[in-house]
């Protein structure tokens, strides 16, 4: 599924299944993403300022840059053989997970933001 640049704002995406979906630079500004299937998802550089991930599956999902500021983020990061790409993401006032557990489930590294 090709949702990359997708304005997406504000969107009620409760539950869906977006695994694999390419969603590169998407506006999930405030989204609702609670539960929604993200497994291998490209997220890269989307804005999901204030999003509702709480229970999304992001085992494998790529959210290199991706700005996750306020975003409540309690999913799951990671799973048998993959895990979330957090590199470079903002990950200040994130709420649901602190930053030691993001550190333990997700690939991190010196650009990403707590």
């Not at 969603?23 to 291998?40: K, Y």
């Not at 599956?57 to 990061?77: C, R, S, V």
Request: charged residues 25%; hydrophobic residues 45%; without cysteine.
């Amino acid at each position: 599924m090709y949702l990359n640049g997708a304005d997406l704002l504000g969107a009620d995406l409760t539950n869906a299944k977006l695994e694999g979906a390419d969603l590169t630079g998407a506006n999930l500004l405030a989204a609702n993403l609670t539960g929604a299937n993200l497994f291998a998802a490209d997220l890269r550089r989307a804005d999901l300022n204030g999003a509702d991930l709480g229970g999304a599956d992001l085992n494998g999902a790529f959210l290199n840059n991706a700005d996750l500021t306020n975003a409540g983020l309690n999913p799951e990061l990671y799973g048998a053989d993959r895990v979330a790409d957090l590199r470079g993401a903002d990950l200040r006032n994130v709420q649901g997970i602190t930053p030691e557990e993001i550190r333990k489930v997700a690939r991190i590294d010196n650009t990403t933001k707590f």
